[in-house]
């Protein structure tokens, strides 16, 4: 993740996520991505009455007011994997440490080139589309299959101009635009920091409803947990503002630190009644580390 910008290129990056990410995830998941990937494309196959235990996203609701008790759909697992990478790359996607090169873009780029290196190469599709902030939808790579596709993905991400200023980052519109292109049910990722407007969650919602959801929220420690650097101007990456403050204040730290953790509790709580399983992740956390802890989280959840 630190290497010069200057340096990168699709084929370096995929050779070195190769052997320091998904050889080691191979190791440690043995080759069983089933954790991770449960739910993806599904065939319907029967109706039978609800159980306890069952997901009730499955219930068919207009079989259960026909019926007058609750039935539930079950489906078959499709072997073909459609894999869909929702990506916020709004200006604040480009806050880290700069000297590292650890932005949550950078760990955006690993994160989906790995996952796409996973899902391709045992012969699956994937695709993807781009937002740079506001409510601009930048553009849609069809999903395909193949090496030549997980570079492309890469590429791209590589060429998206970075925007100094945006207006306020609105999720929706990525996520309707998700809604209106995605056909066939698929395994949709939606990597964000959700710094956004309000007003996402319903399509969220909808989203979950057609397709497996799994939200990655990326974030920076500093932006829970601000350094004492003494005098310092903050800008905010979305309209850049400037405000000066005095970071060795221990009760402005104090103050930043409460509202950071308001901001964590409302969006598991929008998660959550979403029903969509989120993974954290850090800019200064291990890929490999994230990745298994999430498809243990999952595995878990299924039991």
């Known amino acids: 993740m630190n290497t010069p910008s200057s340096a990168l290129t699709p084929e370096r990056i995929l050779q070195r996520l190769d052997w320091q990410v998904i050889r080691r995830l191979d190791g440690l998941l043995q080759g069983d991505y089933r954790s991770l990937f449960y739910g993806y494309g599904v065939d319907f196959a029967d109706l039978r009455e609800y159980q306890p235990g069952d997901d009730i ?7 259960t007011a026909r019926m007058d008790a609750p039935y539930v759909r079950q489906y078959v697992e499709d072997r ?10 709004s ?6 440490a700069v000297q590292t090169q650890t932005l949550k873009r950078t760990v955006l780029l690993d994160f989906v080139t790995t996952l796409a290196r996973l ?9 993807a589309i781009f937002a740079s902030g506001g409510s601009r939808v930048e553009r849609t790579i069809p999903a395909r299959g193949g090496r030549l596709q997980v570079l492309r993905l890469a590429n791209d991400l590589l060429k998206q101009p970075r925007l100094r200023q945006a207006p306020l980052t609105d999720l929706t519109p990525l996520l309707l ?11 949709l990722f939606i990597i964000s920091d959700f710094i956004s407007a309000p007003g996402w969650e319903r399509p969220l919602s909808l989203l979950n409803q057609r397709h497996e959801v799994l939200a ?9 947990e601000l350094p004492d650097l003494g005098p310092i101007i903050m800008e905010d990456a979305e309209t850049g503002e400037q405000l000066y403050v005095d970071t060795h204040d221990k009760k402005f730290r104090q103050r930043f630190q409460e509202a950071a953790q308001r901001r964590e509790a409302a969006l598991s709580q929008s998660f959550k009644r979403a029903g969509v399983d989120a993974l954290s ?13 999430f498809a243990k989280l999952r595995q878990q959840r299924r039991k």
């Open 177 to 187: 635009a998700g809604l209106h292109t995605i056909k066939k049910r698929s395994l």
């Open 119 to 127: 899902l391709t190469r045992h012969g699956n599709r994937v695709g």
């Open 91 to 96: 200006p604040s996607m480009d806050f880290g």
């Open 281 to 293: 992740l850090s800019t200064e956390e291990d890929l490999v580390r994230a990745i298994v802890r």
């Open 80 to 89: 073909e994997i459609t894999g869909w990478f929702l990506l916020d790359l």
């Open 57 to 63: 996203r499955y219930i068919d609701w207009n079989v």
């Open 216 to 224: 990655i929220r990326l974030w920076d420690p500093r932006e829970i």
